[in-house]
T-cell receptor, first 113, second 110 residues
Framework: NAGVTQTPKFQVLKTGQSMTLQCAQD?????MYWYRQDPGMGLRLIYY???????DKGEVPNGYNVSRLNKREFSLRLESAAPSQTSVYFC????????????FGPGTRLLVL | QKEVEQDPGPLSVPEGAIVSLNCTYS??????FMWYRQYSRKGPELLMY????GNKEDGRFTAQVDKSSKYISLFIRDSQPSDSATYLC??????????FGQGTRLTINP
């Protein structure tokens, strides 16, 4: 099992460009999450999907959109990137029953110039 | 005031020392308490999970929760260089939304 995978590993964007971060899990988990991690701020929840077909905003959703494509895949889209979105982005998933126990992917490092 | 406060460190100790990592929180509704370990340039991995007050031990690691003081701790005995990482506390009050501390960077010196 690969667990949670994320692509790309690293990306450089110019202000105003768009991109989609991809996440997939092979653990048959129902719930998936997108976080961003910034120095001194810890992990902050951007969006989450409790189950296939549902998405909800987290703590810092502005400037992002998400799509729960199917049970395995959950993508995060930046429509018009801003330097404030420079961060490390982590996808996570959890089993429906043990939602407090989340499994994280390796992260995507994004630099917006 | 942040819901969860964690000293960011960095913390540097010699190999074999006992390490104590701590978090305080303000929301008395939190029921689940976790510690994640994050190696450099990697994703966080779940290390310990506890529910409610008390202690939980797993090998060299002990997680302690004191709900009356809103304080949680992670103790590492006989620390090893491989324990060098950032440790994040996390807590929640139900489905979906965990609240994370800022993380403490720990270095164990051989």
């Amino acid at each position: 099992n690969a667990g949670v995978t994320q692509t790309p590993k690293f990306q450089v964007l110019k202000t105003g460009q768009s991109m989609t971060l991809q996440c997939a899990q092979d653990m048959n988990h129902n719930s998936m999450y997108w976080y961003r991690q910034d120095p001194g701020m810890g992990l902050r929840l951007i969006y989450y999907s409790a189950s296939e077909g549902t998405t909800d905003k987290g703590e810092v959703p502005n400037g992002y959109n998400v799509s729960r494509l199917n049970k395995r895949e959950f993508s995060l889209r930046l429509e018009s990137a801003a330097p404030s979105q420079t961060s490390v982005y982590f996808c996570a998933s959890s089993d429906f029953i043990l939602q407090e126990t989340q499994y994280f992917g390796p992260g995507t490092r994004l630099l917006v110039l | 005031q942040k819901e969860v406060e964690q000293d960011p460190g960095p913390l540097s100790v010699p190999e074999g020392a006992i390490v104590s990592l701590n978090c305080t929180y303000s929301n008395s509704a939190f029921q689940y308490f976790m510690w994640y370990r994050q190696y450099s340039r990697k994703g966080p991995e779940l290390l310990m999970y506890t529910y409610s007050s008390g202690n939980k031990e797993d090998g060299r690691f002990t997680a302690q929760v004191d709900k009356s003081s809103k304080y949680i701790s992670l103790f590492i005995r006989d620390s090893q260089p491989s324990d060098s990482a950032t440790y994040l506390c996390a807590m929640g009050k139900g489905a979906q939304k965990l609240v994370f501390g800022q993380g403490t960077r720990l270095t164990i010196n051989p």
